[in-house]
T-cell receptor
Framework: DAGVTQSPTHLIKTRGQQVTLRCSPI?????VSWYQQVLGQGPQFIFQ???????GRGNFPDRFSARQFPNYSSELNVNALLLGDSALYLC??????????FGEGSWLTVV | TQLLEQSPQFLSIQEGENLTVYCNSS?????LQWYRQEPGEGPVLLVT?????EVKKLKRLTFQFGDARKDSSLHITAAQTGDTGLYLC??????????????FGKGTHLIIQP
């Protein structure tokens, strides 16, 4: 079975632009979470979606938004990009259990 | 304030040696997960522990969850060069991370020298 898949793997954007990152969870997983990992730090929680509804949100500004589709895939949108948004964006999927699986991530560089 | 403190932050040892990495918190977690991350890749799950005092073994890796479910340790026996990587611990307040997500430590950068 395929794991968590994310796209694109790498992208470069200019300050002020908008970006959309995509994630497909493991088959059968209904929960998707997004994390931001800046260099030298552990991942930080951004959003959790379950059954297409936002169930949790971390300490991130409103420029960050997400949604989950009927097939449980998800998109993360970031508007008005800042240099500080440069990071590895990780998607994770889980079931009702405790185990959470991460994708390979999308590397975003803002110049 | 870092909710999960990992120590040491950096560790470089010779192949064949043993090592222990610690993950400490003042919070009680319903579960704690250990991940290993290679440069430029996503974290790969090693183990999930949910019961206070629980010990899990994965080949040469031994994971322990503290009795009070606030801390954990990872012990590697006879380290190999392939063990090199960033080891992250992450605590969850709810199953599957839940509305609060996982809380990660900053990680331990482990280098095993041949």
């Amino acid at each position: 079975d395929a794991g968590v898949t994310q796209s694109p793997t790498h992208l470069i954007k200019t300050r002020g632009q908008q970006v959309t990152l995509r994630c497909s969870p493991i088959s059968g997983h209904k929960s998707v979470s997004w994390y931001q990992q800046v260099l030298g730090q552990g991942p930080q929680f951004i959003f959790q979606y379950y059954e297409k509804e936002e169930r949790g949100r971390g300490n991130f500004p409103d420029r960050f938004s997400a949604r989950q589709f009927p097939n449980y895939s998800s998109e993360l949108n970031v508007n008005a990009l800042l240099l500080g948004d440069s990071a590895l964006y990780l998607c994770a999927s889980s079931t009702h259990g405790n185990t959470i699986y991460f994708g390979e991530g999308s590397w975003l560089t803002v110049v | 304030t870092q909710l999960l403190e990992q120590s040491p932050q950096f560790l470089s040892i010779q192949e064949g040696e043993n090592l222990t990495v610690y993950c400490n918190s003042s919070s009680v977690f319903s579960s704690l997960q250990w991940y290993r991350q290679e440069p430029g890749e996503g974290p790969v799950l090693l183990v999930t522990v949910v019961t206070g005092g629980e010990v899990k073994k994965l080949k040469r890796l031994t994971f322990q969850f503290g009795d009070a479910r606030k801390d954990s340790s990872l012990h590697i026996t006879a380290a190999q060069t392939g063990d090199t990587g960033l080891y992250l611990c992450a605590g969850g307040y709810h199953p599957g991370g839940g509305a609060d997500g996982l809380t990660f430590g900053k990680g331990t950068h482990l280098i095993i020298q041949p």
